[in-house]
């Protein structure tokens, strides 16, 4: 749990920088999703389905997050079951990023 936080802060702060890559801010997602899946033990599924080639784009730190934990706190556990699965997609369209998200 403790290597999950360091890496959750140390990508979150970025040395101060306000965009990171994409790859970065997946990665914080991810460990903000092991931290979660620790402490309501394997609640959470997430799946990322972005193409290797969208993995550098810039973009502003801490954009995700907010909103897989919003769909942990409160869709996956305020629903019946207490565990769901969350999609994260993103394709390039037009010259600009395309995000879906789903939670179930």
């Known amino acids: 749990m403790v290597q999950k936080l360091v890496s959750f802060y140390k990508l979150g702060l970025n040395k101060g920088q306000d965009y990171v890559s994409l790859q970065d801010e997946l990665e914080h997602v991810k460990a903000y999703a092991a931290i979660q899946n620790l402490r309501y033990p ?3 599924r997430l799946i990322i389905d972005v193409p290797e080639k969208l993995l550098d784009c810039p973009i502003s730190k801490i954009t995700l997050q907010p909103i897989v934990e919003n769909a942990i706190v409160h869709g996956i556990l305020e629903s019946d079951e207490e565990q769901g699965t969350i999609l994260i997609s993103v394709v390039n369209q037009d010259e600009a990023l ?6 179930r």
């Open 42 to 44: 394997d609640s959470i």
């Open 98 to 103: 395309q995000w879906k998200f789903f939670c």
